[in-house]
């Protein structure tokens, strides 16, 4: 079972010592009233009142008179149920209401909560008697006891008390000051902590700070044992909107530290600080929950380290990133023909070379494609040299366009360029090749706007990797370019297959490659 808090405590033990005076003064002086004594009292005027008038009546032998009375206050006195007028001998003279049933004899007509009997005299002897019968309360019984003014009482002091006690005792201990009674050695070591150290009670409240808290704000200084952590001004504006996401706060309700929490306090002032928060809940031994130690680590000085750290990588990187940038482009220019982006000879001899060895050794197809513009002379000679380089532009943007990313694309030299097609073979080499060659023809003259009309043609030489001898990239080059000479002797605008010396395999392939092309 939960132990009740200290204040619970006081405030139920103050709540029973103010109902117990109470009872004491009710019993030795009767401060308070009982309704059963107050209502016998009452009827019992009543029934007297009533006897007199009954009296003066029966001695003028009126009784008309005194029926028709007995029946108005039947009528109209509430709670009176019947009027009767008994002889001494026991016979009812004259009533009102069912006084039969109403009135229940007693032992020498006592009078009781619920029935009334006044004694008639005549002539100095006793004649009878006056009997009025109430009706009894009605209602629930446990109502009825709760509604005693003593119970009501009781129960009032016992909610607006507990109320009451509780709100005052609360307020006494938020101004008692724990650290009055600690000594001051304790108080000493407590100071002398480097890290800021808030004890809190189980509601959160500040018991005890140290210097060193103090120290973190401006404002610190100002919190008193009794004040809500959470409610702290310069605290509360870098916490959680929810005051159960505190860290001393779920401390608190999980029974486990919570630690690790950056709190940044009087940003933008020159007070700013970064703060690190770890809590623990402090136990009994009982294993009862009685309150929560907070720290707080100022690792301002450390998080600016930290941010100068991080600002001089992040110069540090933007340098790298420009460092790599400027390599890049000096790998371009070193590795790419200024006018046309392709490949130089240098650099692809470098990426030829290592296809042509991997291709030789797994067996793998293998194309070169020499291409060179026809009458390329002429139209610097017709439309200048400016009219020239955008020729070549055009003409390396269209090799590019159709070639493969896996494919090598070089400016050989001048007008002549060449293609590497790994996985070609010579029937399908050439196939791409007549590809270009159309689309040479096709849009490489309209994409020179500065002359309309211009037709641009290609002569293209082919040539496979033979698989029965030693090759370079070199070697296939000039294969190729053989290829490419007799496409221009053949008369241009053209493609050509280098023939291998096995000419029944050449003759072969290129039935086959000419089924290619038709279909």
């Known amino acids: 079972m939960k132990r009740a808090s200290p204040l619970a405590q006081m405030t139920m033990a103050l709540v029973s010592l103010t109902g117990v005076l109470v009872l004491m003064a009710d019993l030795f002086f009767g401060v308070l009233p009982s309704p059963g004594e107050q209502s016998m009292q009452l009827r019992k005027g009543v029934s007297e009142a009533l006897a007199v008038q009954v009296a003066a009546l029966m001695q003028k032998d009126d009784r008309v008179t005194l029926k028709l009375t007995m029946d108005n206050v039947v009528a109209r006195t509430e709670g009176v149920r019947s009027l009767g007028l008994r002889a001494a001998d026991g016979t009812v003279v004259l009533q009102t209401g ?26 100095g002897a006793r004649w009878g008697s006056f009997e009025i019968a109430f009706r009894a309360e009605e209602g629930n019984p446990v109502w009825l006891w709760l509604t005693q003014p003593l119970v009501l009482t009781l129960l009032f002091i016992s909610a607006a008390g507990s109320l009451i006690f509780s709100l005052y005792m609360r307020r006494a201990l938020q101004h008692l000051d724990p650290a009055s009674v ?25 018991m005890m700070v140290n210097k060193a808290f103090q120290n973190l704000h401006v404002d610190a200084a100002q919190v008193r044992p009794g004040v809500a952590l959470s409610s702290v001004a310069w605290l509360a504006s870098s916490l959680q909107r929810d005051l159960q996401d505190h860290p001393w706060a779920r401390a608190l309700s999980e029974r486990k530290a919570n630690t690790g929490h950056t709190l940044q306090v009087a940003v933008g002032t020159d007070h700013a600080r970064q703060l690190v928060v770890n809590c ?24 600016r380290s930290n941010a100068q750290l991080r600002a001089a990588m992040g110069e540090l990187s933007v340098s790298k990133a420009e460092i790599e940038r400027k390599n890049e482009d000096l790998l371009r220019l070193a590795t790419r023909d200024p006018m046309t982006g392709c490949l130089n000879r240098r650099a692809f001899f470098e990426a030829f070379e290592p296809l042509v060895s991997e291709a030789a050794t797994h067996g793998l197809p293998l ?23 955008r020729v070549i532009q055009e003409f ?31 029937a399908e080499a050439l196939a791409f090749g007549e590809r270009i060659r159309e689309r040479i023809q096709r849009e490489c003259g309209q994409g020179v706007r500065e002359v309309p009309g ?21 070697s296939m080059v000039d294969l190729a370019d053989q290829a490419l000479y007799e496409a221009k002797r053949g008369g241009r605008n053209q493609v050509r297959l280098h023939m291998p010396i096995d000419v029944d395999l050449a003759l072969a392939e290129l039935d086959a490659l000419d089924a290619l092309v038709i279909g």
């Not at 009862?288 to 000085?301: K, M, N, P, Q």
């Not at 390396?396 to 050989?412: E, P, S």
């Open 98 to 123: 069912d006084h039969a049933r109403a009135w229940k004899p007693t032992q020498a007509d006592r009078s009781q909560p619920d029935q009334i009997s006044v004694p008639l005299n005549a002539a």
């Open 182 to 206: 600690i000594p001051d050695r304790v108080q000493g070591a407590f100071n002398a902590l480097a890290e800021g150290v808030v004890v809190l009670d189980t509601k959160g409240r500040v």
């Open 280 to 303: 623990a809940p402090i136990a009994d031994a009982s294993g009862e929950v009685r309150g929560c130690i907070a720290t707080f680590d100022d690792i301002t000085e450390l998080h």
């Open 367 to 389: 194309s070169c494609l020499m291409l060179d513009i026809d009458h390329f002379k002429s139209v610097n000679d017709t439309h200048g040299h400016t009219v020239g380089d």
């Open 396 to 426: 390396a943007k269209k090799l590019q366009q159709a070639a493969r990313a896996t494919d090598l694309v070089c400016r050989y030299g001048g007008e002549e360029f060449v293609i590497v097609v790994p996985g070609l073979t010579a």
């Open 454 to 474: 211009l037709k641009v043609t290609v002569s293209v030489g082919v040539h496979s990797l033979s698989h029965a001898g030693t090759e370079t990239g070199h």
